[in-house]
């Protein structure tokens, strides 16, 4: 009879024990998954970039298996102004769940040439092109994209072999990571944007 | 020899400090994700959107799940990021979805010119309930579904028009 009470016993302070430690997980979960989103909605999130659109910006190899990760800044947010140069992450004006990743070209008020005639770029949008012009979906196709809608941009750049910190924004100084590449690379990265503009 | 029973005095005071800072750190990350992702109040004014919403400011209820799903219908109110200028917010109707013909007259107060538009692929329609008053998409064309933020639910303030919007 003891016997049999006592397993009963021990088999609920088990359960209980069982039941305290996942409710102890799944609130650390809770909090940790609620603290993440508030980062990666306020500082900054990593974002994948697929496809060569970009090259030699990212990605720059066509067949290397592993995508380039991209750090993403969200102060930009704040107040949204962008600069010709900028690469930011937009949704796609026709498939609103797919986002890009493209330069943008274009800042509002500008004129823009496409290929028969001269557009210019409304307020409140902006002309992105993707840095490798022959395959790359970009507002060549759908327009100036509206107030990159969502998410966005600027550009640090972290992928599988090196990992340097570039702000490719004209202007801003950027805290760049020591080592001889990241600055020479920063340097071509300046110089080409010179070039362009 | 000090020092270190200082430091651990103020060990004990510092783990404590920690402790309030990131309750109070983990109850406004909890204020944002709900702001953002389920459900937030927001003040709106101005004359676009009479009768339904008053000219002086009405405080409503939005909630940001239908969009996430593209569960906005034909006739909801929408919180949209205005394309024209990003930093503010609209309030608006949506009065045409994807593949909608829709015709509206260029001027409602001159009124017989009526233009025909097709609503493009992943864009909504949107119109202020007061005609002669909004710009919305008469203006600016359909907007891109991705700048609809939020759907409003019901209007909470003033009290004597709370109850949901239609």
């Given at each position: 009879m003891h016997v049999a009470e006592?397993?009963?016993?021990?088999?609920?302070?088990?359960?209980?024990?069982?039941?305290?430690?996942i409710w102890q997980v799944t609130k650390k979960a809770f909090t940790g998954g609620i603290i993440g989103l508030t980062i990666s909605d306020r500082f900054c999130s990593v974002v994948p970039v697929r496809g060569d659109s970009m090259s030699p910006t990212f990605n720059p190899q066509r067949d290397s298996y592993l995508d380039?990760?991209?750090?993403?800044?969200?102060?930009?947010?704040?107040?949204y102004k962008f600069a010709r140069g900028d690469v930011v992450v937009?949704?796609?004006?026709?498939?609103?769940?797919?986002?890009?990743?493209?330069?943008?070209?274009?800042?509002?008020?500008?004129w823009i040439s496409s290929t028969e005639d001269v557009i210019r770029v409304p307020e409140g949008n902006c002309w992105v092109e993707g840095d490798n012009k022959a395959s790359s979906l970009d507002s060549r196709t759908f327009g100036p994209v509206s107030p990159l809608c969502s998410p966005l941009t600027h550009y640090f750049f972290t992928d599988s072999e090196h990992s340097f910190g570039v702000n490719s924004r004209t202007g801003h100084s950027c805290r760049v990571a020591s080592s001889k590449t990241t600055q020479t690379w920063w340097i071509k990265l300046l110089e080409k944007e010179k070039g362009e503009t | 020899m000090r020092w270190l029973r200082y430091l651990n005095q103020w060990r004990g005071t510092a783990k404590e400090a920690f402790e309030q800072v990131s309750i109070v750190a983990k109850f406004l990350c909890l204020i944002h994700v709900t702001d953002r992702y389920i459900i937030s109040?927001?003040?709106?004014?101005?004359?676009?959107?009479?009768?339904?919403?008053?000219?002086?400011?009405?405080?409503?209820?939005?909630?940001?799940?239908?969009?996430?799903?593209?569960?906005?219908?034909?006739?909801?109110?929408?919180?949209?990021?205005?394309?024209?200028?990003?930093?503010?917010?609209?309030?608006?109707?949506?009065?045409?979805?994807?593949?909608?013909?829709?015709?509206f007259s260029a001027d409602p107060l001159v009124g017989d010119s009526s233009i025909s538009v097709v609503v493009p692929k992943g864009h909504v329609w949107i119109q202020g309930d007061n005609l002669y008053a909004s710009t919305d998409s008469r203006?600016?064309?359909?907007?891109p579904y991705s700048l609809i933020e939020g759907k409003a639910l019901l209007r909470v303030w003033p009290p004597r028009f709370f109850g949901s919007l239609r």
């Open positions: 006592n397993h009963i016993l021990e088999k609920a302070i088990l359960d209980m024990g069982i039941q305290t430690l380039d990760y991209v750090l993403v800044d969200k102060f930009c947010l704040k107040d937009f949704s796609s004006p026709s498939h609103y769940k797919e986002r890009y990743i493209k330069r943008i070209v274009g800042i509002p008020g500008e | 109040s927001t003040h709106v004014q101005g004359p676009s959107m009479l009768p339904t919403l008053n000219l002086t400011g009405d405080v409503i209820l939005a909630e940001h799940l239908s969009h996430r799903f593209g569960k906005i219908g034909l006739g909801d109110i929408v919180l949209v990021r205005s394309p024209t200028d990003p930093t503010r917010m609209v309030t608006k109707r949506v009065l045409g979805l994807e593949g909608h013909r829709l015709s203006n600016f064309g359909p907007v």
